[in-house]
């Protein structure tokens, strides 16, 4: 979790006409799992139907204004191929009010929220968990402070336990880029579990609905309309509860987008990507206090599945939801078209639509959503095309210390339905006209403020700005304040960098010289922290600032890649909190000062103390932390 080391697996090709199983190579050299490492029996690849998460019902008449949901936390069975025996997974179930006794869901994942933009959600979250963990040995570890999983601070701080001694589950819901008020967040220190302990920051709206095992969190879907998602986000456990099965999609619809023209329907597809490991017996097997990254691909609960699709336009919404995996994906047509791979066309990003964006391949870090039109027309009848991850792609980017498992191939859409409803009268994506991304354009005094990925050991827990999540905020924002945030990254792999609340533009990035930062950052810690001896980021650059990826350039994002080596600049126009009320329930808005969280997406880095708090304050507040 912290930074072990493991395997890689490779996927055998199938040839034309045969099975194609997914079986393990060796791994490259200095890269062997630790001995006993588990590894999944072999699988026969797209045999099994690509699933779709069911849509959860809302409830109007609980509160006015607002659309009601009531979502349990539950342990239940799941088969995540035809070959393998059930697992136990965690999921979330809502609560059908047309028929209380069929409760929706699929027992792993949580079903999609479809709610409209503007009109607010609240939603009453129930956590009937056993109280012992599915990765209890994980949970064990953590508490007797094992260093490849506890997180140990840098001198002068002192560990402090990331959960009580007689909690092993507990969990809270954040709703991942959503515009929320902090008593709705679902930060991890809101924790609370199935028996009703509750964590230091745990809240709740309109108390006198809720059980000690309940929290009732309000949503403003005042956002672009865009594909949010919904995870859970226990204090200390948060990859384990992931891991398990606790995540979900949050789509917002605006009624304006119809004009636009899009696949609708089943011709919109969404696409949950993760990595999973299994025992011989199908059961989930977590490995990632041994190595980087689990050895099998997972789209929407099963293992290499397949699509069936018709010879036309297909809008995809893309989640990574891996722990720590990064894909770089294409869309491999290598027989059917004289080249390899079927282009597609960028329609959107975490926050919403941009600019449409025809492309071959992209990555995609763990938290990152993309909106993609994919033309199926474009290949002969009966072609399949594979959903692969380009060659040698390692779970951590650029993979330089990482040995995780290779994954090449993911799943697979069989050209094989004939053209329904009359032919295909969506728009060509290079007809289509979103709403244009405004530039955010920094000021000569835009306020940066720094975080550096520290790591005082390698292998080890890794802080920004050496020091702990524990610690209380230090970062004072003056409430509708432009920024610019610098993520320093001296490490050799990439980390996808969340924001809670706000969403950003990518700004640039700078490659650094990380060695001199790197040691004259520990001299710094070493002679006491004194503000004024800092290291000046301008005095390590080794080239100009490099412009954002395509795919990011005027995107919204509420999720960066801080590529290794370099400092990443994002900049976010206006730290406002939403202060109304929402449907009449009291206390439901933002106060301030207002504290939320930014973290890294590695979730196993997440738990180890990539996190830190920041602060909303009013206008005459002196704000605070590294910054210039």
């Not at 309940?214 to 891991?243: K, Q, R």
Request: proline share 11%; aromatic share 10%.
């Amino acid at each position: 979790m912290a930074g072990g080391l493991g395997g890689a697996a490779m996927l055998s090709r199938g040839v034309l006409g045969t099975r194609a199983y997914a079986a393990p190579a060796h791994p490259p050299a200095g890269c062997e799992d630790p001995k006993g490492t588990q590894n999944t029996p072999p699988l026969e690849k797209f045999v099994d139907p690509l699933p779709r998460p069911m849509t959860a019902i809302s409830d109007p008449s609980v509160y006015p204004g607002a659309d009601y949901y009531e979502l349990t936390m539950r342990q239940g069975s799941w088969r995540f191929h035809r070959d393998l025996g059930l697992s136990r997974v965690w999921g979330y179930w809502a609560t059908n009010p047309h028929d209380p006794h069929n409760p929706i869901g699929m027992g792993y994942l949580g079903p999609t929220f479809s709610v409209t933009r503007g009109h607010p959600t609240v939603v009453k979250w129930r956590n009937e968990l056993p109280t012992t963990h599915m990765f209890q040995t994980v949970i064990d570890m953590i508490r007797n402070k094992k260093p490849v999983v506890a997180p140990i601070p840098p001198p002068p701080y002192k560990y402090v336990p990331q959960f009580p001694d007689d909690v092993n589950v507990w969990n809270v819901v954040h709703q991942h880029g959503g515009y929320t008020a902090p008593q709705s967040d679902g930060m991890p220190l809101q924790s609370f579990s199935p028996d009703g302990i509750h964590a230091e920051s745990y809240t709740t709206l309109d108390p006198s609905r809720v059980k000690p095992n309940e929290a009732i969190c309000a949503y403003t879907n005042h956002d672009h309309s865009c594909m949010l998602w919904y995870h859970d986000h226990g204090m200390g456990m948060t990859s384990l509860n992931v891991y398990a099965g606790l995540a979900g999609l949050y789509l917002i619809r605006d009624p304006a987008d119809e004009r636009l023209g899009l696949p609708r329907g089943e011709f919109e597809v969404p696409l949950i990507l993760q990595d999973r490991t299994f025992y011989e017996d199908g059961s989930l097997a977590y490995t990632m206090t041994a190595r980087e990254g689990e050895d099998t691909p997972v789209v929407n609960g099963k293992a290499y599945p397949f699509l069936a699709v018709e010879p036309r336009r297909y809008r995809l919404r893309i989640l990574n939801a891996s722990n720590e995996r990064f894909w770089r994906l294409r869309f491999d047509a290598k027989d059917a078209l004289l080249q390899p791979q079927l282009p597609f066309w960028l329609i959107g990003t975490d926050g919403g639509f941009r600019a449409p964006l025809q492309m071959l391949d992209f990555l995609i870090s763990p938290a990152e959503r993309y909106d993609l039109i994919v033309d199926f027309s474009r290949v002969p009848p009966n072609t399949k095309v594979t959903l692969t991850n380009y060659p040698g792609t390692q779970a951590h980017f650029p993979g330089v210390m990482g040995c995780g498992p290779e994954i090449a191939e993911i799943m697979q859409f069989q050209v094989t339905k004939p053209l329904s409803g009359g032919g295909d009268r969506t728009t060509p994506p290079d007809k289509l006209k979103p709403s244009a991304v405004a530039p955010i354009k920094p000021k000569p005094h835009t306020r940066r403020r720094e975080w550096v990925v520290y790591q005082h050991e390698l292998f080890r827990t890794m802080t920004f700005n050496a020091m702990p999540f524990m610690e209380p905020s230090q970062d004072f924002i003056k409430e509708g304040s432009t920024e610019i945030w610098e993520y320093i990254n001296p490490n050799h792999d990439a980390h996808p960098m969340h924001v809670h609340l706000v969403n950003f533009q990518v700004l640039d990035r700078q490659p650094i010289d990380s060695a001199a930062y790197q040691t004259d950052y520990e001299k710094w810690i070493s002679g006491g922290r004194k503000p004024q001896d800092l290291p000046v980021l301008a005095n390590y650059f080794t080239g100009p600032p490099i412009p954002p990826d395509p795919d990011e350039a005027l995107s919204y994002k509420d999720t960066v890649k801080a590529y290794a080596e370099m400092v990443t600049r994002i900049i976010i126009e206006e730290f406002v909190p939403p202060k109304d009320e929402i449907a009449s329930i009291p206390d439901s808005g933002a106060t301030l000062p207002a504290t939320y969280i930014h973290h890294c997406h590695l979730l196993e880095h997440e738990d180890d103390d990539l996190m830190r708090p920041w602060t909303i304050v009013d206008g005459d507040h002196d704000s605070g932390g590294h910054g210039h």
